[in-house]
């Protein structure tokens, strides 16, 4: 299935092993990982096309369904079930009722998905006309072609997901020095923070970069990349994530003034490869970052006035609007934050594993 701007097979989790040994040895096999072209599975060689959906019926009081996010590295034999992912959730109500672990609640329908990874609960609205889910409408989203019925995100808990905190470090704005023979001395303040994705933004300027460079500039820019890693793994221990070296997260962003209408515009990092777009998730964070007074985006955001405020986060292949309540008492907290994306179901059948990795 297709979730916002990702893609990946969904499981029913009573279809996969037990064992999450096993299980996470069948999901490289079904993706074709390791290999930077994923050529023996059902992966597209791609850390946005490297993803996997696990859904069972809700444990929970009010939950209807809990979700599993798996993201497969493409080429490292690895399985990481830590962060969320906004995108694939998009895809989540449509799989349940497309296999009947679901039943529509008239035209339009509203079910409570937990997302097992941070425990972190939404409400998702999708499109049910006589009783059946639809993908067909006019709904559309940035880096993905063409119209769709509209799926809304009501998320209810995002702050610090994975991390303790929105705040992990304590303090909206960290200034650090990170020292390596291929750069020297760099000194550049970032905002470490976590409202559904652990993440650190800094400006872009600050790394000798305009922030409007192309996906393939940013790719093929080493030094950048360099000084970046660096920071990453600075600033994950001052998340509190220890060494993140082999982990997806924290995501880095370069910030830089918006020049398309927008509040601010992004490049994303997850976290090695710079993103085509933005993560739903990832987005959310940034545009919090952005109505926190006092962070790395300050002097930098252009923000609407009054609450709920929409933050229009710009990145290569468009924009990504987030919708964000403010708490009249504390402007520092935000209540909620409800986004719009768009899913599609692409193929259903059977994926074939090695009997070497899990014999039936």
């Known amino acids: 299935m ?3 701007t990702s893609r990946g097979p969904f499981f029913n989790e009573g279809d996969l092993p037990a064992d999450i040994p096993t299980r996470d040895r069948v999901l490289l096999a079904a993706m074709g990982s390791p290999d930077r072209r994923e050529i023996d599975g059902l992966g597209g060689a791609h850390p946005l096309t490297s993803k996997v959906g696990i859904v069972r019926l809700g444990r929970e009081p009010g939950v209807d369904l809990d979700f599993l996010f798996a993201q497969v590295m ?54 049910t006309p006589g009783g059946h889910i639809t993908y067909e409408g006019n709904a559309r989203i940035d880096g993905v072609p063409g119209l769709a019925a509209p799926i809304t995100i009501n998320f209810l808990d995002t702050a610090g997901s994975v991390c303790a905190s929105l705040l992990p470090t304590g303090r909206v704005l960290d200034t650090l020095v990170v020292s390596d023979p291929a750069f020297g001395d760099l000194k550049v303040s970032v905002t470490c923070i976590d409202n559904g994705m652990p993440m650190v933004l800094m400006r872009a300027q600050d790394l000798g970069r305009s922030g409007y460079e192309t996906v393939a500039e940013l790719n093929a820019d080493s030094e950048l990349k360099s000084k970046i890693e660096a920071l990453r793994l600075k600033c994950g221990e001052l998340m509190g994530l220890g060494d993140v070296a082999a982990k997806t997260y924290p995501k880095m962003c370069l910030i830089t003034p918006a020049r398309d209408g927008g509040s601010i515009a992004t490049r994303c990092f997850i976290p090695h490869v710079c993103h085509e777009a933005i993560g739903v998730l990832a987005a959310v964070t940034v545009a919090t970052a952005c109505v926190l007074r006092g962070t790395v985006t300050e002097g930098i955001a252009r923000l609407p006035d009054g609450s709920p405020k929409t933050v229009s986060v710009e990145h290569p292949s468009g924009e990504f609007s987030v919708e964000l309540e403010i708490d009249p008492q504390n402007p520092q907290n935000v209540l909620r934050a409800a986004l719009l994306r768009t899913a599609r179901l692409i193929m259903r059948g059977e994926v074939m594993v090695p009997e070497a990795v899990w014999k039936r």
């Open 2 to 4: 297709r979730g916002g």
């Open 74 to 127: 493409v080429d490292k034999p690895v399985v990481d079930t830590t962060p969320n992912c906004g995108n694939m959730l998009a895809a989540v109500v449509p799989f349940a009722l497309e296999t009947g672990l679901l039943q529509a609640r008239g035209d339009v329908s509203t079910f409570r998905v937990l997302t097992r990874n941070t425990g972190m609960q939404c409400d998702v609205t999708v499109q």
